[in-house]
């Protein structure tokens, strides 16, 4: 059921030329522009606008030329309407002209297994990154014939779509998987948080704890270790991802920031840019040491990423560029336009605390349900998850934590069977409190734990991950109620 | 289970004097001052408080007195500390000295069967509300001793708390039900929809068309038609009702306003007088004819009440005052501390539709469930949910409204087997949009239908009305896409 669809090619597609065909690629060429440079363009009616000159892809027209402001915008401006293209400062990046997929039968597929460059970009920065594409709209491009959205982009097409990162730091980047995130199953999660332990997990000095020989190959070049790692990801379920990466790899001692975008990477309006941006500044500026962070826009302009918690955050908005929101509280951080981080001013909710030191748990027990309750939930329903051998119950009640009398019945049979059933709340934002009212007391004795104002989601996953280490409910419930990556907040 | 802990009473319980005694009786018959009254208290230090004599409970000690002051709030007055108490006017209500339940055995419990004084409060105003009560904090009080809060208010004691009500409108009172409000059923929304269309079916004009006999001797003494009505609601699931009640009496003439405390009457804290007056104000001031609304804190402070439209509204905090937000913009309206009511600036979500003519239809299929996606959903839950006969689906799905791959064989076999399936987003805010990527488009195919902008929790009660109205898969999806009762908002 993929998309397939695909627009004429005209067969003027020039990888040298970053994807220009037609007038746009004679204006570049009359010029001596490539793909990478700064270059200031002059209207014909005499305006003037400076950016960073974009790779083209082969859907599009050979009318336009995109260039990157320096609000991380994209603009696609009309050749009709310049009068001339001036080469400001070559292109950091001399590989940018690769940018776009390298011809129609050799994209990035879903299947993830597409040739990816290995060498980093050359860069004169100190520090270096490592980005793992997972897939997402981050990765993907849009088809202007129908409006689709399809994944095309590799981590490396992603990374030379934007050259300002390779003035923040060296680049490595690799595709680790590449499926949309509502495809992201706790599978995936577990390659990933493998994937970084590998890269990442003997940053902190002690090497050979975790590393491999995969791992020392993969950054090819570089005895420096990596200051942080930028994970593209799909916006659906990066707060599920980002969850059980913080569970799993609680003490990591460098940053894993996960980025995506609303719009995709090749659109005029896409967020990809500014938050990659934003996440490797904050990477390379961050003296807090490790964590779990998503990285996305703060408002709906372009002046500034904010940087959640990884378990404190969830997406509140289905099209928003600011649709992720740190729950109850202010993100943790904040990246300014100019590169400026400052971590919020509130105390409370959005703030990490220190995590253990680095062991690394990349396990999970998918034997687990999230039960959102409503009025008229047939506790039958409950009943068959019980039965299908579920070794936890998170609970998404109402209000401070309940649910109606008519589920007692299955409650208690799940407490009687040694499911460990925890309460979160469907307000989202604030603390289950399981005392205040006779049906939260009634649960509680029916064996119901309220996790205080962990998220739903991220109850879930930390069930998911905490049975795969306990043998019992007992242990389940130790484990839940443990804060161990800021899941829950100081009363 | 329920909490039957009380406090020990002393005997001096008096119901002619509000339930005071000790101290502060004596120094309440000292100033010739009843419950009701407005009243001066000069403390020993010279300074002065305005407010309203509040009746005390028989678990109170006898040690100070509780004026209600013009925010809205409760304030406790150590009799030590009181110089001299001066009654400023005698109070309107001449029965509140009843306030507080009659004894330890016949306050209003939870069956719904206390006896409840059938006259409405004498007032000098000139329009009519009916206050209809189903249990809630907003009926219940704290127990002091323990921290938890039963439900023993009944209609009555809560008109009577709020002196100023008398001043707006003539009250009458009834109670319904007495829930929390995690325990009301669909079939409770039934119950509450029959006795709002008995009470204020006819208040339009053509008298008859839904009145009955019942309606006429409820509405004692009173040849004047309802201006409105006030539900008070727990918390919990009062979007879910409201919800309800838009759809099943869309078009009613009168507005219905459901109104909930997130503290107890009782309590100082307590947002129940300032949002039930918020509420009456509303109503007698209300020109735009009928509509359901929720009525709830603006702010954490006093100063404005938020009127929400009751499909456009959710619980989005635990415990705050203003846990109810209008999703994806303003409240319709705000009242004011000084009672002026004002439309929300902005045009787009908060804002109500007009509605069709009234022709009630009260009914529901419980055949229907609310399933929230996640990474790991096992899909055989939907498939016991398929097996169990379900006739519709609401899904809560990831980002513009997705599910993973792993759930298409369920998907499938359910539009096979003419299970209607509507697709809303855990994002909360923002619009389904399942032509922009593939997973969208398979789901389509599949037969899910997108519900634009619907909460999730108000798609799935529509679909419970829808269900009950039509026989098939296509005749459910016609009415939920009918904007009924402004559960959607225009692009």
């Known amino acids: 059921m993929r998309d397939t669809g695909r627009d004429g090619d005209d067969g003027h597609h020039n990888n040298d030329t970053g994807g220009y065909r037609g007038a746009a690629l004679r204006a570049l060429n009359d010029a001596g522009a490539a793909v990478g440079d700064s270059v200031v363009i002059t209207y014909k009616d005499g305006t003037r606008r400076a950016g960073i000159l974009m790779p083209r892809y082969e859907h599009d027209d050979g009318a336009h030329v995109v260039t990157k402001?320096?609000?991380?915008?994209?603009?696609?401006?009309?050749?009709?309407?310049?009068?001339?293209?001036?080469?400001?400062?070559?292109?950091?990046?001399?590989?940018?002209?690769?940018?776009?997929?390298?011809?129609?039968?050799?994209?990035?597929?879903?299947?993830?297994?597409?040739?990816?460059?290995?060498?980093?970009?050359?860069?004169?920065?100190?520090?270096?990154?490592?980005?793992?594409?997972?897939?997402?709209?981050?990765?993907?491009?849009?088809?202007?014939?129908?409006?689709?959205?399809?994944?095309?982009?590799?981590?490396?097409?992603?990374?030379?779509?934007?050259?300002?990162?390779?003035?923040?730091?060296?680049?490595?980047?690799?595709?680790?998987?590449?499926?949309?995130?509502?495809?992201?199953?706790?599978?995936?999660?577990?390659?990933?948080?493998?994937?970084?332990?590998?890269?990442?997990?003997?940053?902190?000095?002690?090497?050979?704890?975790?590393?491999?020989?995969?791992?020392?190959?993969?950054?090819?070049?570089?005895?420096?270790?990596?200051?942080?790692?930028?994970?593209?990801?799909?916006?659906?379920?990066?707060?599920?991802?980002?969850?059980?990466?913080?569970?799993?790899?609680?003490?990591?001692?460098?940053?894993?920031?996960?980025?995506?975008?609303?719009?995709s990477s090749d659109r005029a309006s896409s967020d990809a840019a500014t938050n990659l941006i934003g996440a490797a500044r904050f990477i390379t500026s961050y003296s807090g040491g490790g964590g779990v962070y998503i990285a996305m826009h703060d408002g709906t302009g372009d002046d500034a990423i904010a940087c959640h918690v990884g378990t404190r955050v969830r997406k509140n908005h289905t099209s928003k560029r600011d649709a992720f929101a740190t729950i109850g509280g202010r993100p943790a951080f904040v990246v300014s336009a100019d590169g400026g981080i400052s971590p919020s001013s509130q105390d409370g909710a959005g703030r990490p605390r220190p995590g253990p030191e680095y062991s690394p748990k990349i396990s999970l027990d998918r034997r687990v349900a999230l039960v959102k309750y409503y009025p008229g939930y047939d506790p039958a329903h409950l009943g068959h998850i019980i039965d299908s051998g579920c070794r936890a119950v998170i609970f998404e009640g109402t209000g401070l934590g309940h649910v109606g009398r008519a589920m007692y019945g299955q409650v208690a049979r799940a407490g009687e069977r040694g499911v460990f059933m925890g309460m979160t709340s469907q307000c989202i934002d604030g603390r289950t409190a399981m005392t205040v009212y006779e049906s939260g007391r009634d649960l509680m004795e029916m064996g119901v734990v309220p996790l205080e104002d962990m998220i739903p989601e991220v109850a879930l996953v930390k069930a998911m991950w905490a049975a795969s280490r306990a043998g019992d409910s007992e242990g389940i419930r130790r484990i839940m109620l443990e804060n161990v990556a800021s899941e829950m907040t100081a009363r």
Chains 1, 2 share one sequence.
């Open 69 to 263: 402001l320096s609000s991380g915008y994209n603009a696609g401006i009309d050749v009709d309407l310049i009068r001339e293209i001036a080469v400001d400062r070559r292109g950091a990046v001399t590989d940018i002209g690769r940018g776009g997929s390298d011809g129609d039968d050799s994209g990035a597929g879903s299947d993830g297994t597409a040739a990816e460059p290995s060498g980093p970009a050359r860069s004169r920065a100190a520090e270096k990154i490592l980005l793992l594409s997972t897939g997402g709209t981050i990765a993907s491009r849009i088809d202007y014939r129908t409006g689709a959205v399809t994944p095309v982009l590799s981590a490396s097409d992603l990374r030379d779509s934007i050259p300002e990162l390779a003035d923040i730091a060296e680049i490595d980047s690799e595709v680790v998987m590449s499926e949309y995130s509502e495809n992201i199953m706790p599978e995936h999660w577990l390659t990933l948080a493998r994937r970084i332990d590998e890269r990442a997990g003997d940053a902190g000095g002690d090497g050979g704890k975790s590393g491999t020989a995969a791992a020392t190959a993969a950054s090819a070049g570089g005895d420096r270790p990596y200051a942080g790692i930028i994970v593209a990801h799909g916006t659906d379920t990066m707060h599920y991802t980002s969850a059980f990466l913080s569970f799993a790899l609680a003490g990591l001692t460098v940053p894993i920031v996960l980025v995506g975008a609303q719009r």
